[in-house]
């Protein structure tokens, strides 16, 4: 998933930005572009990337506000302040591999 647009490098270690016991797949997102995010969806058996649309949510901050980081529809509470997880359950070393590889098939 090489872009010259890329807002970060690969993570080392993938973790589940969700807020504890949520429902449905672990997401983690691994690239913003100008105009997309793209995340990595796991759960036991699957393992998939897919671009899904910013939540909408804000902070409520009137003087600079700031937007949630996860995607339009999660569950749980929102997220907004940049590199902080604090709900988030690591993928497993095997999960990390298969995530590994499937962003370096991109």
């Known amino acids: ?7 970060h490098d690969r993570s080392a270690v993938y973790q589940c930005e969700l807020q504890a016991d949520h429902p449905g797949s672990h997401m983690s997102l691994a690239q913003s572009f100008d105009d997309r995010n793209v995340w990595l969806r796991w759960a036991d058996r699957v393992r998939e990337l897919v671009e899904l649309l910013p939540c909408p949510a804000s902070d409520g901050d009137l003087d600079d506000p ?4 996860l995607f339009r529809g999660h569950p749980g509470e929102h ?6 997880v604090t709900y988030g359950r690591e993928a497993s ?3 990390q591999r298969r995530l590994d ?3 370096a098939a991109e």
């Open 1 to 7: 998933m090489a872009d010259e647009t890329a807002a």
């Open 66 to 69: 700031e937007g949630c980081l």
């Open 79 to 84: 997220t907004f302040t940049p590199g902080v």
């Open 93 to 95: 070393p095997k999960m």
């Open 101 to 103: 590889d499937l962003l």
